[in-house]
């Protein structure tokens, strides 16, 4: 290697699945490795509609960004879990509407690291800036160099955790994560979270993705109803409340039915 050439991160392990890369694969992208295809098409054998959710995901975030930027006014995102930059990133979207808007993107896969900080660049006006963190260790988060530089946590801020949450097990860690997330912002600043569920699939599709998880072979741990909903307790929900993300202010009358997306979002006010 040239002297001058960065050395590659050592946790890039090619070897290893990443769900950035595999939801990159499902949405069409090009960044991924034979193992997070083997993965996504392993899912996809169990759950056929995994694309199409992935798709739905991309759509939900877009239209609660341009909720949070146009209806409530908020012009600053910590962005946690934000996965290879595709087409209508966070800021992209946000800075269309508001170029003052900053951007803060967080993720501990090298890859996204490797690729935020080559594409994701923002307006003139606004600021973007990555943190290089696990989600599992909010108080890490909270006290990067990179979010006191970008962002006033003392005005609101929108806390973004699509598709991430269910890569946290416990229910009781991953709520305690949130908590301390919402601790750090003040009244006034929005909470947008999806987690998939088996809610809405039938039983053999459910007792299929059961195994799937039992051998370590998926790493998405689905949630119901009730249990995503605690996510946001003591927070004012936003209409339509808790739903299937293709279900949340969808921008055509014709969008896919729950089971073909098997994941709820919501968002809720501080």
Do not use: C
């Amino acid at each position: 290697m040239h002297p001058d050439q960065p050395h590659p991160d050592p946790r890039l392990d090619v070897g290893a699945v990443s769900p950035a890369r595999r939801w990159n694969y499902w949405l069409g992208g090009k960044d991924h490795f034979q193992v997070d295809r083997e993965s996504g098409d392993r899912i996809a054998g169990a759950y056929p509609a995994i694309r199409t959710a992935a798709q739905e995901g991309r759509a939900f975030h877009n239209r609660t960004i341009r909720f949070l930027a146009r209806e409530a006014g908020i012009r600053q995102f910590l962005d946690i879990g934000t996965g290879l930059p595709a087409p209508h990133n966070t800021h992209e979207v946000a800075q269309a509407i508001a170029p003052e808007t900053r951007v803060v993107y967080v993720d501990n896969d090298p890859m996204v690291l490797a690729h935020a900080r080559a594409l994701l660049i923002g307006s003139e006006e606004g600021v973007t800036n990555y943190v290089d963190a696990d989600l599992n260790e909010p108080a890490a988060i909270l006290g990067a160099p990179e979010v006191a530089a970008t962002l006033d946590l003392g005005e609101p801020v929108g806390i973004l955790l699509y598709a991430v949450l269910h890569f946290i097990r416990d229910d009781e860690h991953a709520r305690k994560v949130v908590t301390e997330l919402l601790a750090a912002v003040p009244a006034g600043s929005y909470l947008v979270a999806t987690n998939s569920t088996k809610d809405f699939v039938e039983p053999p599709v459910a007792a299929m993705y059961d195994q799937l998880l039992a051998r370590g072979l998926v790493d998405a741990w689905p949630r119901d109803r009730d249990t995503f909903a605690r996510f946001f307790d003591g927070l004012r929900m936003v209409e339509p409340g808790i739903v299937p993300i293709s279900e949340w202010r969808p921008d055509a009358a014709g969008h896919p039915t729950p089971a073909e997306v098997s994941m709820y979002g919501a968002m809720a006010v501080k």
